[in-house]
């Protein structure tokens, strides 16, 4: 039976004080990464040191076919609502009260909620965190940030400055000489979990760090570990990612060929900047804002084997979207990598090494783009060093959430009726280790005019800048899109294609 969100809350405290099997309510940490690649860390073949993010794996589970939206604002609004974003992402509110969101539903299951960084879904009421269900919150709800300095303008940033607010929507303006905004949005995390223990509460905890979107900022002792790292280029990073990972048994040749670079890629020899440490630096820089990232969550990690609480808690790290090949204002190499007076970026070749193995980047819908890397650990209940292929998509987080807290989805917010969750729950998998879960309906993607429907193996997808109509893969076969199959399955492309139109009609999809 579906309760209303007023006649539920009640019901789901008094549910959680007489719970007699505490394992089968994790406390959870939902961790994502801003603009990184499928293969950035350790356990998906990079080279960057990420041994936290690699135990979070080996001790748990990772997942080789998790979706995102492709794109930072768009894949936040799912996260949060276990809903498709309705009119594309775009010209309207990402929040609407016809939509629960995680910290909302979590409250519902009786558990304190925190936010520590990127909100990125509004930042006027009813749309901050903590209109929507997050008790504790802080950090930046617009987009990315000068890392050093949040008050700080960059000089390519057309936005000006953002706003960085701490609890009770205090805007911060000031900031101390060693700041971080990834050190600092983990000393909240860290803050807002130690108190939720205390007050013998289980928690919901969202950490969206900004790392490593650009600009380019880092820590100089961070830095210096990726000191000629990259000297080879991105084609040599690519061929050497790819390699690891067919080694380490995470992907098959045959399933996951090399399909080359995009279009708008150039070779190493060709493509280099002139000033060569410019270039190379632009990936150490990002390699270590990764590295960094990892650090903060090895802190994470720390204090719930110092509290007593990491068997029972389930921590997740996933990515918004693929890596990005955005260069705004261009490759200024005034603008050096690194400290906070300066704002660069990888650009599109680094981030087509980033991406290994698929084709694409951030804001599109092949692989690269909408692919995510994601890794779960929950001793309690999932047997270490896993590796699932079920099909999963940020829409499942929140069902999957509300069925490990025992809570049902409510039908309604004060009379007016909810939209119905558009994900499945991943729960068995991870609590009864059920080997795969059934999805009932298609995946959907849309951004920028891209577009992409995934029914079981079978991936339709649409790219604008080539105006080559509908391709059709065989995911099952050839899962980095290498073989267009639209001119051998003219049906298929038709029914799918359907699908996807019937779908953008029904979230009201401009295309």
């Keep these: 039976m579906k309760l209303s969100y007023s006649v539920l809350y009640p019901l789901a405290v008094w549910s959680f004080l007489f719970t007699t099997n505490a394992a089968d309510r994790p406390n959870i940490i939902l961790i994502m990464a801003d603009d990184m690649g499928w293969s950035d860390i350790g356990c998906f073949g990079g080279e960057i040191e990420t041994p936290h993010i690699d135990r979070i794996a080996g001790e748990g589970m990772k997942f080789t076919q998790f979706y995102n939206n492709g794109k930072c604002t768009t894949t936040r609004a799912s996260l949060l609502t276990g809903l498709y974003p309705r009119k594309g992402g775009r010209g309207q509110e990402l929040l609407t009260q016809e939509m629960l969101t995680l910290g909302e539903a979590m409250k519902l299951a009786g558990y304190q909620t925190g936010l520590s960084g990127k909100w990125h879904n509004g930042n006027k009421a009813p749309h901050r965190p903590f209109d929507r269900g997050f008790d504790k919150s ?25 706003r960085f607010f701490g609890e ?23 803050a807002s979990i130690k108190s939720a223990v205390d007050a013998k509460k289980p928690f919901f905890h969202y950490i969206p760090y900004t790392a490593p979107h650009y600009p380019l900022h880092a820590r100089p002792e961070d830095i210096r570990k990726y000191a000629g790292k990259y000297d080879g280029g991105w084609d040599k990073l690519r061929k050497d990612r790819y390699q690891r990972q067919v080694e380490m048994g995470l992907i098959d040749p045959k399933i996951y060929p090399e399909p080359g670079p995009n279009p708008d890629n150039e070779t190493w020899e060709k493509g280099k900047n002139e000033n060569l440490e410019w270039e190379t630096a632009r990936m150490e820089v990002y390699a270590a804002m990764v590295d960094r990232m990892d650090q903060q969550i090895g802190r994470v990690l720390a204090l719930l084997d110092e509290l007593g609480v990491a068997d029972n808690t389930l921590i997740l790290f996933h990515s918004d979207n693929g890596g990005c090949p955005e260069s705004p204002g261009g490759s200024d190499t005034s ?12 650009g599109e070749n680094w981030a087509y090494a980033q991406n290994t193995p698929f084709r694409r980047y951030k804001s599109h819908t092949h692989e690269g783009g909408i692919a995510s890397p994601l890794v779960v650990r929950w001793p309690a209940k999932i047997k270490p060093g896993q590796t699932t292929h ?15 807290g025992n809570t049902d989805y409510p039908a309604d917010r004060e009379g007016k009726p909810l ?13 009864d280790g059920q080997k795969e879960i059934e999805r ?17 193996d079978w991936k339709l997808v649409w790219e604008n800048k080539t105006k080559a109509g509908w391709e059709l893969y065989d995911l099952s076969k050839d899962r980095t899109e290498t073989r267009n199959l ?5 049906d298929r492309v038709r029914e799918m294609a359907k699908l996807w139109e019937a779908w953008a009609q029904s979230t009201d999809v401009k295309y």
Excluded at 440 to 456: D, Q, T
Aim: charged letters at 25%; proline letters at 8%.
């Design 419 to 431: 939209l119905k969750e558009e994900g499945i729950s991943l729960a068995p998998l991870l609590r």
């Design 486 to 490: 639209a001119d051998q399955f003219p």
């Design 335 to 346: 603008h050096f990598p690194g400290p906070k007076e300066y704002y660069s970026h990888v």
């Design 440 to 456: 009932s309906a298609p995946l959907f993607w849309f951004w920028a005019k891209n577009r992409a429907v995934r029914e079981g």
């Design 390 to 404: 079920q099909v999963g998509h940020i829409i499942d987080f929140l069902p999957t959430f509300l069925a490990l």
């Design 138 to 162: 802080y950090g930046l709800w617009d987009g990315c940030c000068n890392f050093f300095d949040p008050n700080q303008a960059d000089p390519k940033f057309k936005g000006g400055k953002v």
């Design 168 to 190: 009770d929507d205090r805007r911060i303006t000031e900031f101390p000489e060693d700041f971080y905004t990834t050190d600092a949005f983990t000393d909240h995390a860290l």
